[in-house]
Each structure stands twice: as C-alpha cells, then as structure tokens.
Nanobody, 126 residues
Framework: QVQLVESGGGLVQAGGSLRLSCAAS????????LGWFRQAPGKERDFVAS????????YYANSVKGRFTVSRDIAKNTVYLQMNSLKTEDTAVYYC???????????????????WGQGTQVTVSS
C-alpha cells in the first residue's frame, strides 16, 4: 500500500520561501509520476506541479511557473516542492499525489492520481 506524507508547510510572509516534502512508501515499478496539488477554502483542488518518477520533464501551473520547483530523490523516495516568492494567493492546503497505475499519465489531471497524502497547510501573509 502506498503512503504519502507531506511536511514543510507553515506560515510565511509574502515574498518568502518554503520547501514541502512528500515522503512516499510502498511505491512500485509501476509508479509513473508524482504531483503536487493545492486547495484553497471554497475552491477546487488545482494542479501545481508534477514530475515523472523516472525523471525527465517537469510540469507547472502557469500561476507558479518560475517561482516553484519540483524535484525528487529516488534514494529517499521523496518528492519536494521548493516555493519561492510566495504570494498570498498561494495560501492553500498542499497535497502530494502519486500515479502508480502503470498506464498513461496525465501530469496535470488529478483524476490520474490514485494515491493522495493528507495535505499540509501553507499560509502566506501580506
């Protein structure tokens, strides 16, 4: 069974930085990609960034491109989201997700991910 545990959230002032981590256990050879999504109060869960587990191209939402960086450390089974130049509109619960189905991966589509973490709160104050 795959488990994803996020950490690193917190309160930061606008313009500051945070690094989120997602520790994954139970990943198999069929793992295709890991992604980060976020959900603000009263809003839908939105794509933030994703990365193939085998490495290669990374994907970003337009709203975070140039400010956020997704990376992964296979040896540690961990995915990271480095968030710089944070804005108040980045405030949300951030979720890590994994696609372990071994089939075609839609890096930006939440329905393509079959395992989710519990989320970590990021609050950016003005």
């Amino acid at each position: 069974q795959v488990q994803l545990v996020e950490s690193g959230g917190g309160l930061v002032q606008a313009g500051g930085s945070l690094r989120l981590s997602c520790a994954a256990s139970g990943l198999t050879f069929s793992t295709i990609g890991l992604g980060w999504f976020r959900q603000a109060p009263g809003k839908e869960r939105d794509f933030v960034a994703s990365i193939p587990w085998s490495g290669g191209n990374t994907y970003y939402a337009n709203s975070v491109k140039g400010r956020f960086t997704v990376s992964r450390d296979i040896a540690k089974n961990t995915v990271y989201l480095q968030m710089n130049s944070l804005k108040t509109e980045d405030t949300a619960v951030y979720y890590c997700a994994a696609d372990t189905t071994g089939s075609t991966w839609g890096p930006r589509d939440p329905s393509d991910y079959n395992f989710w973490g519990q989320g970590t709160q990021v609050t950016v104050s003005s």
